[in-house]
């Protein structure tokens, strides 16, 4: 057994409990009395305390179980949840995941507690009003002489622990697994056991293990808590748990409530009602397989039923596994198929995702093959299988994308934290979370939605006192909408706060240096000032924001992701963030046009229209180009003056094609030379040595092997503005 | 010229059986004869289409398909001020394998005119760089080879092909595109 990989096992599992429980908590503060959420917060310190208990982890256990200890009275209604209480509570969920971290990065796992760490849970237990007891944890005393046989009775569980020999070499400690047990219940009766044959001192191992117990327990748990103790052991002790006459009552009850389309074999059976553990069913079906290879030689009709198996096993009682039979037949003829989930390894599946991608580039080639081969009856076939890749193509790209809901959720916690350090009361309503997007752009959004929230809480709400002054509703509130939105993925963050003041970040921008004084910008242009680096409108820094890093950080985060941020703010009123993103980051709709020598590739999604360019309907001002476009003034970007790659074969007077395009709320126009038509798009990155290029989102490769650049359209636009700029100081 | 594959695993066991040798590959830029140490080359092909990218220097030649995958493709002549090369049969691209930060590396193409042939060096006459009167920048220059009596000049791939150097210079930013429309 590695205990390594147990170690790393149980480090995630505490983590995914806490976010369980801290989710829970987040709902007790609107609604103290919720059952599930009480439940939820109970059930993760009782496991994390269980399995901290299996590993010897002490200071967890201790910690934990006081924590369990007081939600346990809190369920029972033995005790009010107050506001106090739950605060006090997220800072236990904290505590443990410090001493988790701590236990993490201690290679032995047992070092003693740092000084900090003791004190803080001091601290926290004192203030969920338990006294530290003043002796050690009881450890039951192990009665060498006490008499050799178990105490008869019916609430008892009788469970059998035999040590293999190399149970020490493997890390086991057996009297962690006793301590661990009494804290689910009473120990009534140890007995420890000896082999018959026991070895003389001679051939005596002191490094193995020759030690059997008989438990008798008493317990309120169920039977696959209890095995859950010894999980970790599975390998290195036969473990035998027979539980009591009442639970075996209770599950002869179960069997016959449990619902006929929910069963399937004999053995999920037993283990769903918790009569046996899933490791017990593992080993049953083990020797029901070896025997029946055995017998297969001899006497073939002899197939050994696993309810018999079970019963040899001592797993189980007969009584129990007649009942399951009887459940088993009558279920048989109504069994159904589940709906079901599989978990897969998203490396797995961005390995699929990449053979798809050459699949679509090959798929290409083929067509360019058949097409310069003149072969016509391939046409159809070549337009199949280009179908079938399509097709193939959206549906592996729709196996990564996740709903965003759950990744935004966890902004509750830091609005509620963030709030409450700053003393303002502020409502976060989460909207479209069921909207989906690819699972590699959601990992990377988080960091920049969490700084954006941040700013929300620190920069825009303000304290209620000033809140009410100006006549707002004191509890301020932040929405957080997600959707869909031609190709994209909308993501908006708003607020009801203060807003942002144009003239103060003109002002701060101007003693920065970064805009001089007589320089014309639009308010929106001031306002995208606090993208840039260095600059922050907040006098003083908090530990929440204001550092003046950031702004800038997020806006190149979400545009390595080739999206765009936009900035909407009315002093006063409030302020609106709008991130707009690609849904996946591996293949793109794009629309291959050709400029000068060049092939390049607009995102489809991005194009608007395709119009044919007269030369009459433009004209020329300020150095930037605009054509009207039945009645609207649009500016446009001739590619080859801006690649500086025109082609001198080619003709002046050739028509030209003018595609519009839309990024956010604006419109532009792109000249190019031929429109070459719907292209799909398979997304290299350029690599770190173009990391700087602006106006290239990537590179694709077309059916002839030739490569074709992807147009970053919202960046073109920027650097199609540069003029202007140089322009108006003239 | 075929394809002249030479795979790191050969210049490694050639370095394994007399230590005391490194083995350098030369060719020719702009009528010079240089060589680089062969540990860094990955392979050498023919020169396929090069795809331009715009608003990048000219040293940038622009990307190529490597079975696949898009590399980029630095043009020697114009990256040693010997200005761009113009393509010939012989032209050939060096592959070659550069350090990006602590454990990132990355594959560039090197654009040559002609690839000659791989020397073996005794160290005894590897001599240090001159500190003047090279044409090519100092910091480019690892060593001069002595090769029957007369001195090459063997590239450090490190500094000619520095990822971070090449990324970070002006005419990427808004700089060069500011003079784009006059």
């Keep these: ?730 | 010229m075929g394809q002249l594959v030479v795979s790191k695993q050969a210049a490694r066991s050639g370095r394994d059986l007399n230590d005391e040798v490194t083995q350098y590959l030369t060719f020719s830029v702009a009528d010079e004869r240089l060589a680089m140490s062969i540990t860094a080359v990955k392979e050498i092909i023919e020169t396929p289409q090069v795809t331009r990218v715009p608003m990048t220097p000219d040293y940038i030649r622009g990307v190529i398909n490597l079975r696949g995958n898009v590399v980029p493709v630095v043009d020697l002549g114009a990256r040693l001020g010997r200005g761009a090369l113009t393509l010939t049969k012989r032209s050939c691209i060096v592959l070659v394998e550069v350090q990006v930060g602590e454990e990132d590396r990355h594959v560039l193409g090197m654009l040559v005119d002609e690839v000659k042939n791989i020397l073996d060096i005794p160290p005894q006459d590897v001599k240090p760089p001159p500190e003047f009167g090279s044409e090519i920048r100092t910091d480019f220059i690892e060593a001069m080879g002595r090769v029957e009596d007369i001195f090459v000049i063997i590239l450090s791939v490190d500094h000619v092909l520095s990822v971070q150097e090449l990324a970070s210079l002006r005419h990427f930013t808004d700089d060069h595109v500011a003079d784009v429309e006059h």
């Design chain 1, 1 to 730: 057994m590695n205990l390594d990989s147990a170690r790393q096992a149980f480090i995630e599992e505490v983590a995914e409990l806490l976010q369980t429980m801290e989710d829970a908590l987040l709902t007790l503060e609107q609604n103290p009395a919720d059952p599930e959420s009480l439940n939820d917060v109970f059930r993760a310190m009782h496991t994390i305390k269980g399995t901290g208990g299996v590993f010897g982890y002490t200071p967890v256990v201790e910690f934990t179980h006081t924590v369990e200890t007081l939600m346990d009275q809190v369920r029972s209604g033995q005790m009010m949840l107050t506001k106090p209480l739950i605060e006090t509570l997220f800072e236990c969920r904290d505590h443990t995941l410090a001493l988790i971290d701590f236990i993490a990065a201690d290679a032995t796992g047992d070092a003693p507690l740092s000084p900090d760490l003791q004190r803080a849970g001091d601290a926290l237990l004192a203030r969920l009003g338990h006294v530290p007891p003043p002796t050690p944890t009881a450890v039951p005393v192990l009665n060498f002489d006490a008499p050799t046989y178990l105490p008869e009775a019916n609430d008892l569980w009788m469970i059998s622990l035999e040590f293999k020999a190399d149970a020490f070499r493997h890390g086991m400690d057996p009297l962690s697994f006793l301590r661990y047990l009494s804290s689910l219940g009473d120990l009534v009766h140890v007995v420890t056991l000896l082999p018959l044959a026991f070895i003389d001192s001679e051939h005596f191992d002191p490094e193995s293990c020759y030690l059997s117990f008989g438990i008798a327990f008493r317990s309120d748990a169920d039977k696959r808590t209890i095995a859950g103790v010894f999980e970790f052991a599975d390998e290195d002790c036969e473990i035998r748990i027979l539980e009591p006459d009442s639970a075996h009552n209770r599950y002869v009850d179960l069997l016959e409530a449990t619902p006929h389309d929910q069963i399937n074999c004999m053995g999920d059976l037993l283990v769903s009602i918790g009569a046996i553990t899933p490791f017990e069913l593992v080993r049953a079906l083990k020797i029901q397989e070896d025997s029946s290879q055995v017998l297969d030689g001899t006497e073939p009709a002899a197939k050994r039923r696993l309810g018999d198996i079970l019963v040899e096993q001592g797993s189980i009682k007969s009584g129990v596994v007649e009942q399951a039979v009887k459940t088993q037949e009558t279920a048989r003829s109504k069994r159904q198929e589940d709906n079901r989930i599989i978990r897969v390894d998203a490396q797995r599946l961005g390995h699929l995702i990449d053979l798809v991608g050459e699949l679509v580039t090959s798929s290409a080639a083929i067509r360019v093959m058949v097409k310069r081969a003149g072969i016509d009856n391939m046409n159809e076939v070549v337009d199949g299988v280009d179908y079938l890749v399509s097709e193939i193509r959206d549906n592996a790209l729709q196996l990564r994308m996740v709903a965003i809901g759950e990744s935004l959720s966890r902004f509750r916690r830091v609005v509620r934290d963030a709030s409450q350090e700053l003393g303002k009361l502020i409502d976060l309503v989460i909207t479209g979370g069921e909207t989906e997007l690819d699972k590699t752009v959601v990992e990377k959004i988080i960091d920049p939605l969490t700084h954006l929230i941040r700013n929300a809480v620190d920069h825009g709400i303000e304290e209620p006192m000033v809140r009410q002054k100006a006549d707002k509703l004191t509890t301020g509130t932040i929405h957080l909408n997600a959707y869909h939105d031609s190709g994209h993925i909308v993501i908006e963050i708003e607020d009801d706060g203060a807003g942002l003041d144009a003239a103060r970040i003109r002002a701060k921008a101007e003693a920065k240096g970064l805009v001089k004084p007589d320089e014309v910008l639009t308010r929106e242009e001031i306002l995208r000032l606090i993208f840039a680096p260095g600059l922050s409108t907040k006098e003083q820094a908090t530990s929440l924001s204001g550092r003046g890093v950031g702004m800038d950080v997020v806006r190149r985060n979400i545009e390595a992701l080739r999206g765009t941020v936009e900035l909407d703010s009315t002093l006063g009123v409030g302020t609106k963030i709008t991130i707009i993103l690609p849904l996946t980051l591996a293949i793109i709709e794009g629309f291959l046009v050709g400029a000068g020598r060049d092939q390049y590739v607009i995102p489809l999604s991005q194009v608007a229209e395709c119009v044919e360019m007269t030369a009459t309907a433009t004209l020329k001002q300020h150095g930037e180009h605009y054509i009207n476009l039945r009645g609207e003034v649009l500016p446009f970007i001739r590619l080859t003056d801006l690649f500086h790659n025109a082609d001198w074969h080619r003709a002046t007077n050739q028509r030209e094609s003018l595609v519009v395009v839309r990024f956010g709320h604006h419109k532009m126009g792109l000249v190019v030379d031929t429109l070459l038509g719907e292209l799909q798009t398979v997304i290299k990155p350029l690599g770190k040595l173009f990391e700087r290029l602006r106006g290239v989102a990537g590179a694709t490769i077309l059916g002839t092997g030739d490569i074709a650049l992807i147009l970053d359209v919202a960046e073109l636009a920027a650097i199609g503005q540069v003029p202007r700029h140089v322009a108006a100081k003239h």
